[in-house]
């Protein structure tokens, strides 16, 4: 009698997520998507699409590039930054009122908003990683703080040094061309480098999406998950603070509320990344082409002299549109 | 359920505290307690908040988030102003054409959340950039006019009718909890997976939540209306995040399942109170945001305390 032993199929082992979730097929559909629109732009209005048009377009792409930079780290782990705005505002403010137009204290204003943004970024990872607050509560709750920080200490930016202009050393850097690339561009390509080198060679970067896609494996792995997390809401400080430096070393000065249209469009551009929110998810250079694809639309759409009504239902229908394309999202398991 | 009991119990809590310091520091200040017109007051310009907390409650408990209240209380805001005519027959017709296209932009969400399994997130920032797109549309610049009667009905200044509006909220959801909709949805925000296995048209649920939501956004978007007696096509963007803390306040859990949508109400009222507290404590307007903020956080802190407590306890 021959034993039936039932067929045991050996699973075979899944792929690493990160080359499994066609990332990286996303993150040309990104720049395809920003390119068509450029190409669209300039059959439309010719110079759209000259050195001129794109170099406008990537310098304002970058001011969302920086917030997006930060927001990337805390989304990869399943988390959010909603204090991205009133952070890059008061950091702005911070530069402009530390400085208050004397050059010679540059540094000592730099370092005191980028420090702003850090500290900030603590208090989000303590409230998440330590103290059990959903990130969409405490970053909410920070953003209001600091909203309320901000206008209170400034007076309503009617105090004395609030007229003042970034300082001109910050103004150089951030529009200063060398070879006919602004300053502002230089960093942000620096910035993109030192992220996407980060986050897929090096130790911290597989600590990231390990996080992101078990944060318990992660834990049972050996991982600090909760010191990696505080780190992480820490850059997305960081990053929004120098985001509000280079606004305000581009327009010249600080506005309340010159923050408010990045929480939304950072987390766009994230999507159009094809970076998942649920975190473990995404090749870093997605949103880079988010961001771009982002602005390039609402340019071509200020081109065409399109309505605000719009240009706001066209930027909606875009992101919908990439996210069907795209597909529905697995929870990583 | 104990734990459910005990956030509801610590959001009505808030409330009363909240209310207590406002009445005695209206009293330090006027020699007097706040009046009728001053309750009446803060009822009216509770209202709005209040029910785009329903709406915000609701989806909240089936695990989602719906950014686009803020949109659509711009939309329909919006509406309101401009086609309101005063004639009771006509407006009648178009203050529930209002509140079905509020249901239609919840239906829209709903089925990009539950049909193509898009994030609530995602799908709610796009359809918020949507709405508030044709509120601009509806009413460029802020002006239109909203007609007396409807003031006079949703947010009279001289008698406290608006608590029959909190009442018939508070006397809804305690029929819908115990509708097969209305628990289906709290069993599906409670565990997905099981409310599939054991049957529950999960689909159908999630639609639901998102279109009683847009609905609600509607009303508060015509409530808003009334109380301000003009249009305001950015108005109602505050709502975004005001009615995701109201929601927190109201001790609703982010992880689905777990909460009261008088809870919501009562967060609405408390967030509103709060403000007319530091009017009442001297403390410059100016700050306003930073003790919202503070207070947000705070709540939260002090409901995972005592939902250690509550379960250490058993």
Redesign the interface.
């Known amino acids: 009698m021959t034993e039936v032993r039932p067929v045991v199929e050996v699973p075979t082992p899944p792929r690493p997520s990160r080359r499994g979730d066609r990332s990286g097929a996303k993150v040309l559909i990104a720049f395809g998507v920003a390119a068509a629109i450029i190409v669209v732009g300039q059959l439309r209005n010719p110079g759209f699409g000259s050195w001129d048009g794109i170099r406008a377009i990537l310098v304002i792409a970058s001011f969302t590039g920086f917030v997006v930079a930060g927001q990337t780290l805390v989304v990869l782990v399943g988390g ?1 930054d ?1 204090s991205v705005p009133w952070t890059l505002n008061a950091a702005a403010i911070l530069l402009t009122t530390t400085a208050a137009g004397h050059q010679s204290r540059v540094l000592y204003a730099v370092v005191a908003a980028l420090g702003a943004g850090l500290a900030i970024g603590l208090v989000n990872g303590i ?1 998440t990683a330590y ?4 990130a ?3 970053t ?10 901000t ?2 200490l400034s ?2 930016m009617t105090c004395r040094s609030c007229s003042a202009y970034a300082p001109d050393a910050v103004r150089t850097a951030v529009n200063g061309q060398v070879l006919g690339v602004p300053g502002d561009l230089l960093l942000w390509l620096g910035v993109i480098a030192l992220t996407t080198v980060a986050l897929s060679r090096s130790t911290f970067g597989r600590r990231v999406y390990a996080v992101g896609n078990n944060p318990w494996a992660a834990y049972l792995a050996g991982i600090g998950v909760r010191r990696l997390t505080v780190v992480l809401y820490m850059l997305s400080g960081l990053f929004a603070a120098l985001a509000g430096i280079a606004l305000v070393g581009y327009s010249g000065q600080p506005t309340l509320g010159m923050g408010d249209p990045f929480l ?1 469009q950072s ?2 551009a994230i ?1 159009i990344g094809g970076v998942s ?2 975190g473990g998810r995404g090749n870093p250079l997605g949103p880079v082409a988010g961001c771009v694809t982002l602005v390039a639309l609402l340019s071509l759409l200020r081109a065409e002299s399109m ?11 875009l ?2 549109a990439i ?2 394309l795209y597909g ?2 697995r929870r990583p398991d | 359920m104990l734990t459910q009991q005990a956030s509801l119990l610590l959001s009505l809590v808030m409330l009363t505290a909240t209310v207590l310091t406002y009445a005695g520091l209206y009293l330090a200040r006027q020699g007097i307690f706040p009046t009728t017109f001053d309750w009446t007051n803060v009822v009216n310009h509770s209202l709005p908040l209040a029910l785009a907390a329903v709406g915000q409650g609701i989806v909240v408990l089936t695990r989602g ?1 719906d ?1 686009s209240i803020g949109g659509m209380v711009d939309l329909t805001n919006g509406l309101a102003a401009t086609r309101l005519t005063g004639d009771p027959r006509l407006d009648g017709l178009w203050i529930l054409l209002i509140l079905l296209v509020g249901a239609a932009g919840g239906l829209v969400n709903g089925l ?1 959340v539950a049909r ?4 609530p ?3 709610t ?6 709405y ?6 509806v009413l ?1 610049t802020p002006g239109g006019q909203v007609p007396g009667g409807l003031t006079t009905v949703l947010a009279n200044p001289d008698a406290p009718t608006g608590l029959v509006w909190v009442a018939a909220v508070a006397a809804a959801w305690f029929a819908f909890r115990r509708t097969r909709v209305g628990a289906g949805i709290v069993a599906l925000g409670n565990d997905p997976e099981a409310a599939h296995a054991s049957g529950l048209p999960v689909l159908r649920l999630t639609v639901i939540a998102y279109v009683a939501s847009g609905f609600f956004a509607a009303a508060a978007g015509l409530f808003l209306a009334a109380t301000t007696t003009a249009g305001d096509a950015v108005a109602g963007n505050v709502f975004v ?1 005001t009615s ?2 109201a929601v ?1 306040l109201g001790g609703i859990s ?1 992880f689905g399942g777990r909460g009261s949508l008088l809870g919501a109400v009562a967060g609405a009222f408390t967030l509103t109170l709060v403000v007319n507290v530091l009017f009442f404590a001297g403390i ?1 307007p ?9 207070f ?2 705070a709540a ?2 002090l409901g ?1 305390a005592a939902g250690r407590l509550a379960r250490r306890a058993r």
């Open positions: 959010i909603l409230g103290l059990g607050v959903p969409v509560v405490m909410l709750g920070v953003n209001g703080v600091m909203e309320g920080l206008l209170g007076q309503g939304f987390i766009a999507v929110v649920l309505p605000e009504w719009g240009r706001n239902v066209l930027y909606g229908a992101i919908l996210l069907l529905r999202e | 988030l950014l990009l193509a399994r898009l994030q997130i995602l799908v920032i796009a359809t918020l950039a949507i508030q797109g044709l509120a601009l549309w460029p995040l995701i803390a927190v982010f410059d100016l700050y306003q945001s930073f003790y919202q903020g503070l947000l956080i939260v802190l995972n």
